[in-house]
């Protein structure tokens, strides 16, 4: 189950996504800002985050670079009511997934959650074969210490034996 997190300053927009989405087994949280979803992201992150551009507090650019830098991997959908090409542009140079113009069709966001889907396993696996490595590291260092102090050990014990005794 995808956890997604709606941040528009519109109710209606936030209803209808929400609707949409949680028949698709979606758990879906809102926002009504940008500073409202960057605390509740904070708070728990979610495996997508579709914000709009034009809000008050804090735009949906804004959340984006701060969202990317919070997690990298994030599947960032951005949505507009003012469609532009710099627009478009400007958030998939600061790391959006995808952008959508209002107003949108079911079957756009059918394939927008399809390949955020596959995004998200992706990331999960990239995420398990860190944190694999990060284990593999920690190994070989402790195994590196334990074979140091065999090696002490050994030099201990072979200078006492090649020691004589003194009576």
Do not use: W
């Amino acid at each position: 189950m995808l956890d997604v997190l709606i941040v528009d300053d519109e109710a209606k927009i936030r209803q209808v996504l929400e609707q949409i989405l949680s028949a698709r087994d979606c758990a879906v949280r809102q926002a009504q800002d940008g500073l409202d979803g960057l605390a509740q992201f904070k708070q728990r992150p979610s495996d997508i985050v579709i914000t709009d551009i034009k809000m008050p507090k804090m735009s949906g650019v804004e959340l984006l670079r701060e969202l990317k830098h919070l997690d990298p991997l994030l599947n960032i959908v951005v949505i507009t009511a003012f469609p532009s090409v710099e627009g478009a542009v400007e958030a998939m140079r600061y790391g959006a997934c995808d952008f959508i113009t209002k107003p949108f069709d079911i079957s756009q966001i059918q394939a927008i959650l399809y390949r955020c889907q596959q995004r998200v396993s992706l990331s999960r696996q990239l995420r398990q074969a860190g944190t694999g490595m990060l284990k593999l590291e920690e190994l070989n260092r402790r195994l590196a210490e334990l074979n140091d102090l065999k090696s002490q050990f050994l030099a201990a014990l072979s200078h006492e034996i090649n020691t004589p005794l003194c009576l």
